[in-house]
């Protein structure tokens, strides 16, 4: 496995290594050794996974105060993945990384807590997998607005299909952990 740092340190590409042959390929998703190994020492507690049609954007989600650590990838089709930095004091606070994430190229993400994490479909349809570091509370659930001016992610498409959740986040600024730092 090959660990690839990315603009935020903490954000981490991951390579597992791919065994390919004429039957197609094989690779292991997850070893907790070798993750600790990695300095990724994260339990996992739940995995989910979504299926999505193209110019889909779910995101960008967190959760407070149950934050959760992700490992990210796409079993099929591909993703614009990405990570924005919401943690108070950190140097990158406020800044994102995305990376392509797709069946051909096996790479996973992982983000740790204190994230928001969102992605946007580029293939004609993804099913993508994530495992979490806590359980998701829908009352613990939250957001940042998908194209907040201030963070302003570079995102490869410009009209994308949102839920009415994702639609009606706020700003960064403007979110519930403002609001909780300023108390």
């Avoid at 049609?53 to 079993?75: C, E, I």
């Avoid at 990570?83 to 797709?102: C, H, M, N, Y």
Wanted: hydrophobic share 35%; charged share 25%.
């Amino acid at each position: 496995m090959k660990i690839i740092p990315t603009s935020i340190p903490e954000v981490l590409i991951i390579e597992p290594k791919v065994f390919t042959d004429e039957r197609g390929k094989f690779m292991e998703t997850y070893h907790q050794s070798r993750y600790v190994e990695n300095k990724i020492n994260v339990t996992f507690v739940q995995d989910n996974l979504s299926y999505s049609k193209k110019h889909t954007l779910r995101g960008l989600h967190y959760q407070y105060p149950n934050a959760q650590a992700k490992l990210v990838q796409v079993l099929k089709g591909e993703v614009f993945d990405v990570a924005v930095d919401i943690r108070f004091g950190s140097p990158t606070f406020g800044k994102w990384v995305g990376e392509i994430l797709s069946d051909q190229n096996c790479r996973q993400l992982y983000i740790p807590k204190g994230f928001a994490h969102g992605f946007c479909v580029l293939s004609e349809e993804a099913i993508f997998s994530y495992k979490c570091s806590d359980f998701f509370t829908p009352e613990n659930e939250s957001g940042v607005i998908w194209n907040d001016p201030d963070i302003c992610i570079e995102w490869p498409l410009k009209n994308p299909i949102l839920s009415d959740k994702d639609q009606n986040f706020s700003r960064l600024k403007d979110s519930i952990l403002i609001s909780i730092r300023k108390k």
